[in-house]
């Protein structure tokens, strides 16, 4: 060969362009596209399609909360929902920004003080076990039941060791009539030394 | 009518539709389709066989199956083998280039991929600079890979194959020259901005307005040499592979386009977002990549394509389905319903062309799977396959809503996605340099041991990658929907398989640099000059093959 073959030599060794053999589609590809358009099918009209249309960027978190039923209120489920972002599932709350809930002084004594600052929130400064804490706490008092709002202090009342007695529907009731006048969270662990 | 029955209907009258179209499509009712795809096979071409691990009885079942052909290497069709080298020549040049740049693009993408891969677990490590942070190494992996090697490695395939497919040399390649440097110059650009901290702040779309619009303007040019070639086409049958690089080509500057307009917002942009995010692999690498499969796999074996009606749904299906499937990214989001309910049942659609393109790919290598003991390019680019179809299935159970409860926001999906770009696009590449640059350079790759040594590297080091970040994910995924664990627990549970990510990812890299050294050998002629074509095994090659091992052309050796 010459040289002007070398240069081109690998083009020299290939096979032919590839081409197609026209054959009919597999039986199975067929029964493939067949399951899958019933699912397809079945998938759409299994799904709830009919949602608001003006959901978007309009929604907030509370449309998305999941109804609250009051009569069972659930404290764990309650606790998981609300609480336990700033409190952690360990109740040990995060050094320096969130009081710990376990073994805090505030939740082993009188359920008064319990019940206050689920009402009303925290805005200021708090000690719990020693330690200073300068963050704030939403309130409950409007979002929860009275039920829901025993069933929570129960519930954080007697987790990871804590002793504080339970509290009832009643004992809400009656600590929200107390306190009826509050309008603003309490100013940390000076307001709340009258309920202890 | 309410919102089911809008969708229900929808669905079902576009299906139908749609398999109406590919029906009477491989029935030629619209075109002259089959007639003209049986008479493309021209009667004795050149015989040697490329990757000479074809059996005697391979070549007899070859022939049988193709009427016309005279006995291989027998008669040799001189004008079509001119043809060829005409085209190479033609193309030469731009592919050069551009394979280089993408070689370069896929250095400074591992790189960064590994330096945020190990910041995952030694977060204290590269803090010093703002552009060494996590939130810059990975946009900048991301980009690099997203528009720096995989667009270059696959439009230099794609720049190579069309013309030899169409029969013609490449025309007004010269836009295409200028269009790739605009393009890399453009990404440089915008890498250094993304690094500065200007950015978009959208995922995959990071690279900001003005920057991205160099991008348009290159990507068009570089289409330009490409629309002209298909139009002077000498040949009436357009091969498989010529309607997935055409349709990429045009499908990819709507979608940049598209989502780049700086009309949309809130809940459209998240939208626009992963309609964009998901479309670029979906229709512009994946495509490309399979033309080449399509192009290189027959090619290599010395078969036709086994169905061409399986290529034929493959194509529509995944150009039909692929647009509508970016909705999965949002589900949890306060996207419409109906849109995420649509993406999900379209998600699983796509394994209609998937089972198409195995199957088809499968029964064209049936009886041929020994070659990829010997043929670089065959290993590289049947992993690709294999893994396009693994990718393929995952994603479309990872759509489910089941599943994705609990993938969702977790490494799992980050593997995912390196299964389909890696896995499958970057492997095929791989086998695609393999087989393009020796043609370019007239230069046999010098050294053989450093692709196998490339091949296991990447192969063993990535499936590492895979499965240490597949595991870590599903385990992440679990931990956080576990309410009764702190969100810490999600984190630390990664960990060891962050590490095993990073060893893998870095094997990978180490591949990288192996084949750079390779490439830079070819495009510089160094190293020792072979007279054979790069294969592994030959001692090991069956009897049969011999004969094609002593052809060689004896001007070779001047």
């Not at chain 1, 079945?42 to 998305?64: C, H, K």
């Not at chain 2, 950015?199 to 629309?227: D, F, Q, Y």
Request: net charge neutral.
């Amino acid at each position: 060969m010459s040289q002007q073959d070398s240069d081109t030599v690998q083009q020299r060794r290939e096979n032919p362009d590839p081409n197609e053999q026209v054959k009919p589609l597999p039986f199975a590809i067929m029964l493939v596209i067949a399951a899958l358009f019933t699912f397809g099918v079945v998938y759409i009209a299994e799904t709830p399609l009919n949602l608001p249309g003006t959901w978007g960027d309009q929604r907030v978190l509370a449309d998305m909360a999941a109804p609250v039923k009051s009569a069972t209120a659930d404290g764990a489920a309650l606790f998981a929902a609300n609480c336990v972002a700033c409190h952690q599932a360990t109740g040990l709350g995060v050094p320096g920004a969130f009081p710990p809930l376990a073994g805090s002084e505030y939740l082993n004594g009188k359920p008064d003080v319990t019940i206050q600052i689920l009402l009303h929130g925290i805005k200021g400064s708090i000690t719990v076990k020693g330690s200073t804490f300068n963050g704030e706490m939403p309130n409950f008092g409007a979002r929860f039941s009275d039920a829901e709002i025993a069933a929570v202090a129960t519930h954080v009342r007697s987790q990871w060791g804590n002793k504080g007695v339970a509290i009832d529907a009643a004992a809400v009731a009656k600590g929200r009539d107390l306190t009826k006048a509050q309008t603003t969270p309490w100013n940390g662990g000076q307001d709340l030394e009258k309920y202890r | 009518m309410n919102a089911l029955g809008m969708l229900l209907s929808a669905f079902v009258i576009a299906i139908l539709g749609l398999m109406f179209f590919i029906w009477s499509n491989g029935r030629s009712l619209l075109t002259g389709g089959e007639e003209a795809a049986s008479e493309i096979f021209s009667a004795g071409e050149v015989g040697l066989v490329e990757d000479p691990a074809g059996t005697p009885a391979s070549r007899t079942r070859l022939q049988s199956s193709s009427t016309g052909h005279a006995q291989v290497g027998q008669h040799v069709d001189e004008a079509d083998i001119l043809a060829r080298i005409e085209s190479d020549k033609s193309t030469s040049l731009i592919v050069l280039i551009m394979m280089t740049a993408a070689v370069f693009w896929l250095l400074l993408a591992s790189t960064f991929g590994l330096i945020s891969s190990i910041k995952l677990h030694q977060p204290d490590w590269l803090t010093g600079s703002m552009w060494l942070g996590f939130g810059v190494t990975r946009t900048i992996h991301l980009n690099a890979v997203a528009y720096g090697w995989a667009p270059m490695a696959c439009l230099s395939s794609c720049i190579w194959i069309l013309p030899r497919l169409l029969k013609t040399p490449l025309r007004s390649g010269r836009w295409a020259i200028l269009g790739g440097a605009i393009w890399n110059i453009s990404l440089l650009a915008g890498l250094i901005a993304i690094a500065t901290g200007y950015n978009s702040g959208l995922e995959w779309l990071e690279i900001p307005l003005p920057i991205a619009t160099g991008m348009v303007v290159g990507g068009a040019m570089v289409g330009i040499p490409l629309l002209d070639t298909l139009g002077h086409r000498r040949t009436r049958h357009l091969y498989v592979s010529v309607w997935y690089m055409s349709a990429a080509l045009f499908w990819f500057p709507v979608l940049l386009i598209v989502a780049k307009m700086p009309v949309h917002v809130g809940i459209e942009q998240a939208t626009a977002n992963w309609w964009f995010g998901h479309n670029v692999l979906g229709l512009f690498y994946t495509p490309l990549s399979l033309a080449t499969i399509y192009y290189l796999l027959p090619k290599i074996i010395g078969r036709p394509i086994e169905n061409y009606n399986l290529s034929l749904l493959g194509f529509w299906t995944l150009a039909f389905f692929y647009g509508q499937v970016g909705g999965h990214h949002l589900e949890g989001s306060p996207a419409p319903a109906w849109l995420i309910t649509l993406s999900i049942v379209q998600s699983m659609m796509m394994i209609i062309p998937v089972a198409a393109f195995t199957i088809n790919q499968h029964m064209t290598m049936r009886g041929h799977f020994r070659m990829w003991v010997h043929s670089p390019t065959l290993r590289f680019i049947l992993i690709g396959g294999m893994m396009y179809t693994l990718s393929s299935l995952q994603g479309s159970f990872e759509a489910l809503r089941s599943i994705n409860t609990v993938t969702h926001f977790t490494h799992f999906t980050v593997a995912h996605a390196h299964l389909g770009l890696y896995g499958f696009v970057t492997m095929v590449m791989f086998g695609a340099f393999y087989f393009i640059l020796p043609r370019v350079r007239g230069w046999e790759w010098p050294y053989p041991w450093a692709i196998q040594l490339h091949f296991w590297l990447v192969v063993l080091g990535f499936g590492l990658y895979f499965t240490a970040l597949t595991i870590g994910g599903v385990l992440q995924g679990l931990a956080m929907l576990d309410a009764s664990k702190p969100f810490i627990d999600s984190v630390t549970v990664t960990r060891p398989w962050l590490i095993g990510r990073s060893i893998g990812g870095g094997m990978m890299t180490l591949g990288h640099v192996v084949f750079a050294v390779h490439v830079l050998a070819m495009v510089f002629k160094l190293g020792p000059k072979r007279h054979t074509q790069a294969l592994f095994w030959r001692d090991a090659m069956p009897p049969g093959l011999a004969p094609n091992l002593a052809t060689q052309p004896e001007g070779a050796a001047s």
